[in-house]
């Protein structure tokens, strides 16, 4: 397995753009974890899915920020409008179980002007 | 609600001297804690947990629950070292993962 895989890499996108950030679990993965990490506050867990349910979205930051995970191979994060203060690197994460690690993926720097 | 705290966000040492990460946490349950290291355009990943006891890369931390600390240690640090460096604390249903802020190790020659 190649791993968590996330897209794209970078992304660069003008104030009140969507962006959508995609994510591919490791196969057979219940849990998956979007993550956000930047210089004030480091790693902040948005939200996560178990089975492809949200279960705790608490740490969506705003109500411009949605997450959806339509099947168990796929995930989107989307900030509709973006602003600059979004900018960060965004991570997705999956385990197996709740007894097993998290495995983190690439991450994707997105830099909002 | 837990919290981690990592309260150094800079950490330099010279290639063979001993190095310690702090890493300090406030948890009301029975905390299980991890390190998780950032090398340099890599992804995150995890280093050690505190329920493992062992030691990888010659790194150790140690659970002290009277001292609410997991610090990471290794005796003879090495220029491959250099990383950023997250302790972090498992909780919640899915044991969603609460993060330090994280500490960035440089090793010098």
């Known amino acids: 397995d190649a791993g968590v895989i996330q897209s794209p890499r970078h992304e660069v996108t003008e104030m009140g753009q969507e962006v959508t950030l995609r994510c591919k679990p490791i196969s057979g993965h219940d849990y998956l974890f979007w993550y956000r990490q930047t210089m004030m506050r480091g790693l902040e867990l948005l939200i996560y899915f178990n089975n492809n349910v949200p279960i705790d979205d608490s740490g969506m930051p705003e109500d411009r920020f949605s997450a959806k995970m339509p099947n168990a191979s796929f995930s989107t994060l989307k900030i509709q409008p973006s602003e600059p203060r979004d900018s960060a690197v965004y991570f997705c994460?999956?385990?197996?179980?709740?007894?097993?690690?998290?495995?983190f993926g690439q991450g994707t720097r997105l830099t909002v002007v | 609600a837990q919290r981690v705290t990592q309260p150094e966000k800079l950490l330099s040492v010279f290639k063979g001297a001993p190095v310690e990460l702090k890493c300090n946490y406030s948890?009301?349950?029975?905390?299980?804690l991890f390190w998780y290291v950032q090398y340099s355009r890599q992804r995150l990943q995890l280093l050690l947990r505190?329920?493992s006891r062992e030691s990888i890369k010659g790194f150790t931390a140690d659970l002290n629950k009277g001292e609410t600390s997991f610090h990471l240690k290794k005796p003879f640090a090495q220029e491959e070292d250099s990383a950023m460096y997250y302790c972090a604390l498992s909780s919640g249903s899915a044991r969603q993962l609460t993060f330090g802020s994280g500490t960035q190790l440089t090793v010098l020659p």
């Open positions: 994460a999956s385990s197996l179980d709740r007894a097993t690690e998290a495995f």
């Open positions: 948890y009301s349950g029975s905390p299980e």
């Open positions: 505190h329920i």
